[in-house]
Protein backbone atom coordinates (compact mmCIF):
# COMPACT_ATOMS: atom_id res chain seq x y z
CA UNK A 1 0.00 0.00 0.00
CA UNK A 2 1.44 3.41 -1.01
CA UNK A 3 1.96 5.91 2.05
CA UNK A 4 1.08 9.40 2.85
CA UNK A 5 2.03 11.70 0.34
CA UNK A 6 2.45 15.39 0.62
CA UNK A 7 2.94 17.88 -2.12
CA UNK A 8 4.99 20.12 -2.93
CA UNK A 9 7.78 18.40 -0.75
CA UNK A 10 9.97 22.36 -0.59
CA UNK A 11 8.57 25.55 -0.94
CA UNK A 12 10.16 29.28 -0.94
CA UNK A 13 7.89 32.09 -0.44
CA UNK A 14 7.74 35.85 0.60
CA UNK A 15 6.06 37.49 3.73
CA UNK A 16 2.66 38.30 2.89
CA UNK A 17 2.58 35.64 0.15
CA UNK A 18 -0.64 32.43 0.81
CA UNK A 19 0.32 28.78 0.35
CA UNK A 20 -1.70 25.41 -0.49
CA UNK A 21 -0.13 22.19 0.53
CA UNK A 22 -1.37 18.98 -0.53
CA UNK A 23 -1.94 15.53 1.35
CA UNK A 24 -2.90 12.01 -0.05
CA UNK A 25 -3.82 9.78 3.25
CA UNK A 26 -3.14 6.05 2.87
CA UNK A 27 -5.54 4.30 1.09
CA UNK A 28 -9.17 3.95 3.16
CA UNK A 29 -7.82 5.91 5.55
CA UNK A 30 -10.65 8.38 6.69
CA UNK A 31 -8.71 11.41 8.62
CA UNK A 32 -6.05 13.43 7.98
CA UNK A 33 -4.26 15.60 11.35
CA UNK A 34 -1.68 18.54 9.96
CA UNK A 35 1.00 19.16 12.48
CA UNK A 36 3.63 22.14 12.20
CA UNK A 37 7.50 21.53 13.03
CA UNK A 38 10.01 24.12 14.09
CA UNK A 39 12.95 24.03 16.06
CA UNK A 40 11.51 25.86 19.16
CA UNK A 41 8.25 24.47 19.12
CA UNK A 42 8.72 21.51 18.46
CA UNK A 43 5.74 19.16 16.67
CA UNK A 44 2.28 21.33 17.22
CA UNK A 45 -1.06 19.72 16.12
CA UNK A 46 -2.92 22.32 13.50
CA UNK A 47 -6.56 20.50 12.65
CA UNK A 48 -7.78 16.83 11.49
CA UNK A 49 -10.40 16.51 9.17
CA UNK A 50 -12.70 13.52 8.65
CA UNK A 51 -15.46 12.78 6.27
CA UNK A 52 -14.75 16.08 5.24
CA UNK A 53 -15.32 18.19 8.22
CA UNK A 54 -12.89 20.03 10.35
CA UNK A 55 -13.29 17.62 14.17
CA UNK A 56 -10.18 19.37 15.57
CA UNK A 57 -8.15 22.13 15.78
CA UNK A 58 -5.08 23.45 17.61
CA UNK A 59 -4.07 27.04 18.92
CA UNK A 60 -2.80 28.31 15.43
CA UNK A 61 -4.51 32.12 14.08
CA UNK A 62 -7.27 31.72 11.47
CA UNK A 63 -4.30 32.35 8.76
CA UNK A 64 -4.05 28.28 9.57
CA UNK A 65 -7.31 26.61 7.44
CA UNK A 66 -7.52 23.61 5.82
CA UNK A 67 -10.43 21.36 4.05
CA UNK A 68 -10.31 17.78 2.98
CA UNK A 69 -12.15 15.91 -0.40
CA UNK A 70 -14.61 13.61 -0.87
CA UNK A 71 -12.09 11.14 -1.60
CA UNK A 72 -10.04 12.15 1.45
CA UNK A 73 -7.60 14.09 0.08
CA UNK A 74 -6.55 17.59 2.26
CA UNK A 75 -5.37 20.53 1.26
CA UNK A 76 -3.99 22.88 3.95
CA UNK A 77 -3.43 26.83 3.02
CA UNK A 78 -1.79 29.88 5.11
CA UNK A 79 -2.48 32.95 4.25
CA UNK A 80 -0.35 36.17 4.51
CA UNK A 81 2.55 34.48 5.17
CA UNK A 82 4.87 35.59 7.95
CA UNK A 83 8.59 34.67 8.58
CA UNK A 84 7.71 32.25 11.58
CA UNK A 85 5.57 29.89 9.37
CA UNK A 86 8.99 28.39 8.48
CA UNK A 87 8.38 25.30 9.10
CA UNK A 88 8.22 21.42 8.44
CA UNK A 89 4.25 20.76 7.44
CA UNK A 90 3.23 17.10 8.20
CA UNK A 91 0.73 15.36 7.57
CA UNK A 92 -1.03 12.39 8.83
CA UNK A 93 -3.49 9.56 7.87
CA UNK A 94 -5.22 6.78 9.90
CA UNK A 95 -8.26 4.78 9.41
CA UNK A 96 -10.50 6.27 11.69
CA UNK A 97 -9.27 8.31 14.65
CA UNK A 98 -8.76 8.80 17.59
CA UNK A 99 -7.22 6.17 19.30
CA UNK A 100 -5.34 4.56 16.12
CA UNK A 101 -1.56 4.84 14.85
CA UNK A 102 -0.93 7.98 12.95
CA UNK A 103 0.84 7.75 9.73
CA UNK A 104 2.88 10.73 8.46
CA UNK A 105 3.80 11.61 5.63
CA UNK A 106 7.73 12.75 4.16
CA UNK A 107 6.45 16.70 5.02
CA UNK A 108 6.64 19.91 3.36
CA UNK A 109 9.48 22.16 3.76
CA UNK A 110 8.37 25.82 3.91
CA UNK A 111 10.79 28.76 4.20
CA UNK A 112 9.35 32.42 4.11
CA UNK A 113 11.75 34.95 2.95
CA UNK B 1 2.51 23.33 24.97
CA UNK B 2 3.62 19.87 25.24
CA UNK B 3 2.22 17.17 26.70
CA UNK B 4 5.38 14.99 27.08
CA UNK B 5 8.57 15.24 28.63
CA UNK B 6 11.90 13.30 27.34
CA UNK B 7 14.53 12.30 28.59
CA UNK B 8 17.76 12.63 27.68
CA UNK B 9 17.23 15.25 25.44
CA UNK B 10 20.93 13.52 23.42
CA UNK B 11 22.10 9.99 23.76
CA UNK B 12 25.49 9.01 22.32
CA UNK B 13 26.15 5.36 22.54
CA UNK B 14 28.03 2.30 20.51
CA UNK B 15 26.76 0.45 18.09
CA UNK B 16 25.70 -2.99 19.83
CA UNK B 17 24.62 -0.99 22.95
CA UNK B 18 21.23 -0.45 24.74
CA UNK B 19 19.39 2.85 24.40
CA UNK B 20 16.52 3.69 26.68
CA UNK B 21 14.63 7.15 26.24
CA UNK B 22 12.27 7.95 28.60
CA UNK B 23 9.15 10.05 28.56
CA UNK B 24 6.91 11.91 30.58
CA UNK B 25 3.39 13.04 30.44
CA UNK B 26 0.81 15.20 32.31
CA UNK B 27 -2.51 14.20 31.64
CA UNK B 28 -4.35 10.65 31.18
CA UNK B 29 -3.91 9.40 28.08
CA UNK B 30 -5.65 6.89 25.42
CA UNK B 31 -2.31 5.80 24.22
CA UNK B 32 0.98 7.01 23.82
CA UNK B 33 2.86 6.56 20.44
CA UNK B 34 6.25 6.23 20.11
CA UNK B 35 7.88 7.86 16.35
CA UNK B 36 11.62 7.53 14.87
CA UNK B 37 12.23 10.77 12.69
CA UNK B 38 15.67 11.20 10.49
CA UNK B 39 17.26 14.35 9.44
CA UNK B 40 13.87 16.52 9.68
CA UNK B 41 12.05 13.77 7.12
CA UNK B 42 8.81 12.47 8.11
CA UNK B 43 7.74 9.87 11.17
CA UNK B 44 8.24 7.07 10.98
CA UNK B 45 5.64 4.81 13.33
CA UNK B 46 7.66 2.59 16.06
CA UNK B 47 5.12 1.51 18.00
CA UNK B 48 1.49 2.34 19.87
CA UNK B 49 0.41 1.37 23.29
CA UNK B 50 -2.59 1.28 24.69
CA UNK B 51 -3.30 3.06 28.73
CA UNK B 52 -4.44 -0.73 29.29
CA UNK B 53 -0.98 -2.42 28.06
CA UNK B 54 1.93 -1.97 30.68
CA UNK B 55 4.28 -3.44 28.28
CA UNK B 56 4.79 -4.10 24.05
CA UNK B 57 7.60 -5.78 21.99
CA UNK B 58 8.48 -5.08 18.03
CA UNK B 59 11.37 -6.75 17.16
CA UNK B 60 14.15 -5.29 19.20
CA UNK B 61 11.96 -2.53 20.10
CA UNK B 62 10.46 -2.75 23.84
CA UNK B 63 7.86 0.04 25.25
CA UNK B 64 6.55 -0.16 28.87
CA UNK B 65 3.77 2.34 30.12
CA UNK B 66 3.05 3.27 33.71
CA UNK B 67 -0.01 5.48 34.03
CA UNK B 68 0.47 5.86 37.84
CA UNK B 69 3.75 7.50 37.29
CA UNK B 70 2.64 9.02 34.02
CA UNK B 71 5.37 7.79 32.25
CA UNK B 72 6.77 5.85 29.15
CA UNK B 73 10.12 4.23 28.46
CA UNK B 74 11.42 2.86 24.95
CA UNK B 75 14.79 0.72 24.60
CA UNK B 76 15.72 -0.17 21.71
CA UNK B 77 18.44 -3.10 21.54
CA UNK B 78 21.37 -3.65 20.30
CA UNK B 79 21.35 -0.92 18.71
CA UNK B 80 22.88 -0.06 15.13
CA UNK B 81 23.86 3.50 13.58
CA UNK B 82 21.06 3.04 11.38
CA UNK B 83 18.72 3.74 14.44
CA UNK B 84 20.50 7.48 14.67
CA UNK B 85 18.05 9.36 14.03
CA UNK B 86 15.44 11.40 16.68
CA UNK B 87 12.88 9.46 19.20
CA UNK B 88 9.36 11.21 20.02
CA UNK B 89 6.98 10.15 22.28
CA UNK B 90 3.05 11.63 21.23
CA UNK B 91 0.15 11.36 23.34
CA UNK B 92 -3.70 10.43 22.24
CA UNK B 93 -5.30 12.37 25.36
CA UNK B 94 -8.72 12.65 25.33
CA UNK B 95 -10.61 15.92 25.92
CA UNK B 96 -13.88 17.09 28.00
CA UNK B 97 -16.03 14.57 25.69
CA UNK B 98 -13.32 11.73 25.80
CA UNK B 99 -12.29 12.14 22.45
CA UNK B 100 -9.27 13.40 20.85
CA UNK B 101 -10.05 13.76 17.36
CA UNK B 102 -7.09 12.74 15.73
CA UNK B 103 -4.47 15.35 17.71
CA UNK B 104 -1.35 13.92 18.97
CA UNK B 105 0.83 15.94 21.83
CA UNK B 106 4.47 15.54 21.04
CA UNK B 107 7.55 15.51 23.42
CA UNK B 108 10.43 17.39 22.45
CA UNK B 109 12.36 13.97 21.73
CA UNK B 110 15.49 12.73 22.23
CA UNK B 111 18.42 12.28 19.55
CA UNK B 112 19.85 9.16 19.57
CA UNK B 113 23.42 8.95 17.69
CA UNK B 114 24.86 5.20 17.39
CA UNK B 115 28.81 5.17 16.70
CA UNK B 116 29.61 2.49 14.43
Known amino acids: KAGVTQTPRYLIKTRGQQVTLSCSPI?????VSWYQQTPGQGLQFLFEYFSETQRNKGNFPGRFSGRQFSNSRSEMNVSTLELGDSALYLC????????????FGPGTRLLVL | SQQGEEDPQALSIQEGENATMNCSYK?????LQWYRQNSGRGLVHLILIRSNEREKHSGRLRVTLDTSKKSSSLLITASRAADTASYFCATDAPNAGGTSYGKLTFGQGTILTVHP
Open chain 1, 92 to 103: ASSLVAPQETQY
Open chain 2, 27 to 31: TSINN
Open chain 1, 27 to 31: SGHRS
